[in-house]
Antibody, heavy 119, light 107 residues
Framework: EVQLVESGGGLVQPGGSLKLSCAASGFTFSGSAMHWVRQASGKGLEWVGR??????????AYAASVKGRFTISRDDSKNTAYLQMNSLKTEDTAVYYC??????????WGQGTMVTVSS | DIQMTQSPSSLSASVGDRVTITCRAS??????LAWYQQKPGKVPKLLIY???TLQSGVPSRFSGSGSGTDFTLTISSLQPEDVATYYC?????????FGPGTKVDIK
């Protein structure tokens, strides 16, 4: 079964850090670009960032709202993508989804993990 | 950066009605446009990619059209299970911006 499973969410204080994981199964993870998308409660979808495959030099890109604070990485040997979040702000509170990007856009989504930034 | 807009922001229609949602990009994106459906409390689901190609398993009452800057999502005959928020998204290059969403419910 093709699947993405996020983990690592939780409650963190403003200024703190958190690292999310996205475990993939059922497809060739190493050849896929992986993205993170977030959604604050009652709000729309916001693209956070992406990492491309080894063939594309593991190139990363980020939304302006997180650039310099968030870092995406991957470990193809573990079929896992990561989102390292530093200097967290209250406005980073959201459900974070990982998703696969292929020629047919974002075709597989995880169930999401909740991140709450609050004192 | 290219901005994505959608209209209307919400709509209410009767079962069996034809529903059309519009998405506009601030610059041309060729056909790198996808539509997603998100039901309340659920994960987003890809409906259409390349502006008009139906994702496998998606009912044929959904269709997409457009190219360049103007795109539409049409539900030919609205069903109760179509109650959801629909998002368009450009996916040709970063940033992979989503539209603000259109909430569809049953009258």
């Amino acid at each position: 079964e093709v699947q993405l499973v996020e983990s690592g969410g939780g409650l963190v204080q403003p200024g703190g850090s958190l690292k999310l994981s996205c475990a993939a199964s059922g497809f060739t993870f190493s050849g896929s670009a992986m993205h993170w998308v977030r959604q604050a409660s009652g709000k729309g979808l916001e693209w956070v960032g992406r990492i491309r495959s080894k063939a594309n030099s593991y190139a990363t890109a980020y939304a302006a709202s997180v650039k310099g604070r968030f870092t995406i990485s991957r470990d193809d040997s573990k079929n896992t993508a990561y989102l390292q979040m530093n200097s967290l702000k209250t406005e980073d509170t959201a459900v974070y989804y990982c998703t696969r990007h292929r020629s047919n856009a974002f075709d597989i989504w995880g169930q999401g993990t909740m991140v709450t930034v609050s004192s | 950066d290219i901005q994505m807009t959608q209209s209307p922001s919400s709509l209410s229609a009767s079962v069996g009605d034809r529903v059309t949602i519009t998405c506009r990009a601030s610059q041309g994106i060729s056909n790198y446009l996808a539509w997603y459906q998100q039901k309340p409390g659920k994960v987003p689901k890809l409906l259409i990619y390349a502006a008009s190609t139906l994702q496998s398993g998606v009912p044929s009452r959904f269709s997409g059209s457009g190219s360049g800057t103007d795109f539409t999502l049409t539900i030919s005959s609205l069903q109760p299970e179509d109650v959801a928020t629909y998002y368009c998204q450009k996916y040709n290059s970063a940033p992979f911006t989503f539209g603000p969403g259109t909430k569809v419910d049953i009258k």
